[in-house]
Antibody
Framework: QLQLQESGPGLVKPSETLSLTCTVS??????????WGWIRQPPGKGLEWIGT???????HYNPSLRSRVSISVDTSKNQFSLQVNSVTAADTAVYYC??????????????????WGQGTAVVVSS | VLTQSPATLSLSPGERATLSCRAS???????LAWYQQRPGQAPRLLIY???SRAIGVPDRFSGSGSGTDFTLTINRLEPEDFAVYYC???????????FGPGTTVDIK
């Protein structure tokens, strides 16, 4: 059974770097057509896509966060990670890691984010 | 950009809920998904491809629509269906993902 688990500090100081890791179990992170991403949700607000890394290592980011965000993969540990630089209080949120299948053969098809981590709360405060 | 209406829908158990999601420009039905989020929980995939139910989703949930207008219908609301619902678009080129602001279905 595919499971995702976020880990990382729950408190980060303003201007510092937020670092989170998602450990994947039940599927190799390099499995063809699967993508791995990060979503966040500020308190009382909606969902915001942060970025995605594909099975082949390609990354794509939300344009509003691109200058401060980086997603990387460690295939040896079956993990992917998120870094957000120069954080402010606006980065306070629950951060979720997710996975989805996107096929690119004859027809492009998006199968939705079918597995989510439980989420980890990050507070930016001094 | 995705907009959802209404922002809040107040209904009684057993009633039907009709939630709307409108895109600012036409999108492929293959790239539209719906999620349910209960308080304190991670979102859960309900519908992908605009109308295909995810594994384990009861058949009282159905999705429809095309172009710029999409609908999530919940027949015969159960107590566990009172939650927030988000539509979400996959932008193919470049692959950017966007969520709507959500519709809260609460108990009348």
């Amino acid at each position: 059974q595919l499971q995702l688990q976020e880990s990382g500090p729950g408190l980060v100081k303003p201007s510092e770097t937020l670092s989170l890791t998602c450990t994947v179990s039940g599927r190799s992170i390099g499995t063809h057509s699967f993508h791995w991403g990060w979503i966040r949700q500020p308190p009382g607000k909606g969902l915001e896509w942060i970025g995605t890394v594909s099975y082949s290592g390609n990354t794509h980011y939300n344009p509003s966060l691109r200058s401060r965000v980086s997603i990387s993969v460690d295939t040896s540990k079956n993990q992917f990670s998120l870094q957000v630089n120069s954080v402010t209080a606006a980065d306070t949120a629950v951060y979720y890691c997710v996975t989805y299948l996107f096929t690119e053969l004859d027809v492009h098809y998006y199968y939705g984010m079918d597995v989510w981590g439980q989420g980890t709360a990050v507070v930016v405060s001094s | 950009v995705l907009t959802q209406s209404p922002a809040t829908l107040s209904l009684s158990p057993g009633e039907r809920a009709t939630l709307s999601c409108r895109a600012s420009q036409s999108i492929s039905s293959s790239f539209l998904a719906w999620y349910q989020q209960r308080p304190g929980q991670a979102p859960r995939l309900l519908i992908y491809g605009a109308s295909s139910r995810a594994i384990g989703v009861p058949d009282r949930f159905s999705g429809s629509g095309s172009g710029t207008d999409f609908t999530l219908t919940i027949n015969r609301l159960e107590p566990e269906d009172f939650a927030v619902y988000y539509c979400q678009q996959y932008g193919n080129s470049p692959p950017l993902l966007t969520f709507g602001p959500g519709t809260t279905v609460d108990i009348k």
